[in-house]
């Protein structure tokens, strides 16, 4: 089984900065590509960023400039720093990760965190 945590969401003013992690364990074989995604309360869950596993990276057009995505592969993590927040930032934000997981035979699959709320005040 494949677990995925997020944490370090919370209360932060407008302008204010939060850093999210998101770290897998379990039957990991290789992680391929890990993003950020979010969502609001009666809308569609969307993509804010992505990274490949070689770090190619890719941001959605309304946070591009303030959020920056990384990996660290050797701790199975992903981060998401986040500058500059504002009102519609907030959200419960999910990472996800593609991979490749246990018990053999095995499997290349999406696996999902749970959700970290964020709250931007104005």
């Known amino acids: 089984q494949v677990q995925l945590v997020e944490s370090g969401g919370g209360l932060v003013q407008a302008g204010g900065s939060l850093r999210l992690s998101c770290v897998a364990s379990g039957s990991i074989f290789g992680i391929n590509t890990m993003a950020w995604y979010r969502q609001t309360p009666g809308n569609q869950r969307d993509l804010v960023a992505h990274?490949?596993?070689?770090?190619?990276?890719n941001y959605a057009d309304s946070v591009k400039g303030r959020f920056t995505i990384s990996r660290d592969n050797a701790k199975n993590t992903v981060y998401l720093q986040m500058n500059s927040l504002k009102p519609e930032d907030t959200a419960v934000y999910y990472c996800?990760?593609?991979?490749?997981?246990?018990?053999?035979?095995?499997?290349?699959?999406?696996?999902w965190g749970k959700g970290t709320l964020v709250t931007v005040s104005s």
């Open positions: 990274i490949i596993k070689e770090g190619t990276t």
């Open positions: 996800q990760m593609n991979i490749l997981a246990g018990p053999f035979p095995l499997r290349t699959m999406d696996f």
